[in-house]
Antibody, heavy 119, light 109 residues
Framework: EVQLVESGGGLVKPGGSLRLSCAASGFTFSSYSMNWVRQAPGKGLEWVSSISSSSSYIYYADSVKGRFTISRDNAKNSLYLQMNSLRAEDTAVYYC????????????WGQGTMVTVSS | EIVMTQSPATLSVSPGERATLSCRASQSVSSNLAWYQQKPGQAPRLLIYGASTRATGIPARFSGSGSGTEFTLTISSLQSEDFAVYYCQQYNNWPPKYTFGQGTKLEIK
């Protein structure tokens, strides 16, 4: 079964850091670019970051650039998001998402991990 | 940044009837447009990509159309499980700055 499982969410104070992980299984992880998408409580979806299959190309939304770092370990079938200088507006469910083979639409999503930034 | 605008914000439709949801892009995204369904407490589910191609396992009552800046998701005969929030997403940018619409909530009339 194709699956993505996120972990690492929790409660953190403003200015703090958190590292999210996404474990992939059931497909050849190293062949796909990967993404993080977030959703603030009661709000819509926001793309956060993308990383190419070999980590050669990395992109961020303007809202997180300079604070978040995406990375991956193909040997461990894992995707990561290092989040620094966290703000209240970063509070959201964070999903990892895989694109389809032929497009950048996201056909596989994890269940999400909640990040709460509050004092 | 390409802004995606969905309308209406809320759509009330009776089971068995047709629902038509709209999505407009602030500039052309060609056919690089996807539709997702999201139910409370769940991750989004891909319905349509390439503006009109159904994803694996999606029932034929879901159809997508449009290109450029105007797109439509049609659900031909609403089932109880179709009441949810629907999002459109463009993936036309390079480098990527994928953007989503704000969502349309489809509710039971």
């Amino acid at each position: 079964e194709v699956q993505l499982v996120e972990s690492g969410g929790g409660l953190v104070k403003p200015g703090g850091s958190l590292r999210l992980s996404c474990a992939a299984s059931g497909f050849t992880f190293s062949s796909y670019s990967m993404n993080w998408v977030r959703q603030a409580p009661g709000k819509g979806l926001e793309w956060v970051s993308s990383i190419s299959s070999s980590s050669s190309y990395i992109y961020y939304a303007d809202s997180v650039k300079g604070r978040f770092t995406i990375s991956r370990d193909n040997a461990k079938n894992s995707l990561y998001l290092q989040m620094n200088s966290l703000r209240a507006e970063d509070t959201a469910v964070y999903y990892c998402a895989r694109p389809t083979v032929t497009t950048y639409a996201f056909d596989i999503w994890g269940q999400g991990t909640m990040v709460t930034v509050s004092s | 940044e390409i802004v995606m605008t969905q309308s209406p914000a809320t759509l009330s439709v009776s089971p068995g009837e047709r629902a038509t949801l709209s999505c407009r892009a602030s500039q052309s995204v060609s056919s690089n447009l996807a539709w997702y369904q999201q139910k409370p407490g769940q991750a989004p589910r891909l319905l349509i990509y390439g503006a009109s191609t159904r994803a694996t396992g999606i029932p034929a009552r879901f159809s997508g159309s449009g290109s450029g800046t105007e797109f439509t998701l049609t659900i031909s005969s609403l089932q109880s499980e179709d009441f949810a929030v629907y999002y459109c997403q463009q993936y036309n940018n390079w480098p990527p700055k994928y953007t989503f619409g704000q969502g349309t909530k489809l509710e039971i009339k």
